[in-house]
């Protein structure tokens, strides 16, 4: 989905202090044509890259410039966007020698996801070899490219990040930059994507004990919901909890929850379902009463996680 007239009005402003600029995408997977597409839509001149072959046609269609090789792309952009699978994929187009030698003098944002320590690495890199380089992280889906649903993180040098916001914000959606520490955005991701996966993998394992039930997942699907709206103001009671060290369990203490925990593995299991990740956290909770924690709430479970 593209930005529609309004959006573009919306953005006219950024759009038009950034008209000179030319942008090079490298990547062209789902999100990086989704970067591109919008980056087009937003008139900005875009060359587009990709390790495979052919999956330039739509963009070049829409007005980009297909690039032959990594070095003749970042050649024509002011500013290179990277986004390819992870930190591994990018070091194999960014480290050649042509392109590193091209890269010089120019600004990289890398919005490939990989671990924080790969974001440093990487920064500790582009600066030995003259580049200046920002990462960023994409947290919604492609669809929300180029709206105002899209959300950007970005961290590295402040200055850098407010040189290339204008054009950056042609993406659509909120861009917030977290800081100077360049891995600060791939730390957010990391976070957020530890609740994401592990939420989906709750509801995956969900679907199959409730169909072992005889309970479709259409009929689950609305009450799933409901589970999910109750989760936002715990997690600010939670965050509380944590930041004030404060774990009250007035109202569901931890042996309640591992109680209703077992139950899951129990029936789970019953079944012959794996209750693997469950049994994991339901651990957690029976080591924390056994440290004498009981009447605590599950936020306690963090202090026990955590490396202090
Ligand atoms: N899709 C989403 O909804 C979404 C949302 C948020 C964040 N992201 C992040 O955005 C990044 C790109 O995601 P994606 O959805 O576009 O698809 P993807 O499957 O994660 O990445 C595909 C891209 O990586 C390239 N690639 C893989 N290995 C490579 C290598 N060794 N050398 C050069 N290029 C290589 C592929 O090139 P080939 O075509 O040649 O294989 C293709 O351009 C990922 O880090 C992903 O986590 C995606």
Redesign the pocket.
Known sequence: MFPTAEHRAARGSSANTSATVTVTVL???????ALAGAFLEGGIRTTVW???PG?DRDLIDRGATGAASPEEAVSAGDLVVV????Y???D??LRQEAVTAALKGRTVVN????TPARARSAGRWAADHGIRCLDG??????TTIGTPDAVFLHSGPADLYEEHRPVLEILGGTHTHLGEDIGRAAAYDLALLDIFWTAMSGYAHALAVADAEGISATELAPFAKGIGAIIPPVMDEYARDVAGGTYSGEGNPLTSAASSMTHVIDASEAHGIDAGPMRVAEGWARRAIGLGHGGDGFSRLTELLARR
């Open positions: 990547g062209l997977g789902p999100m990086g044509r990709n390790r495979t999956k986004c390819v699978v992870n591994d994929a990018s194999a187009v919005l490939s996801a990989d992280a994409i947290m919604t889906p492609t």
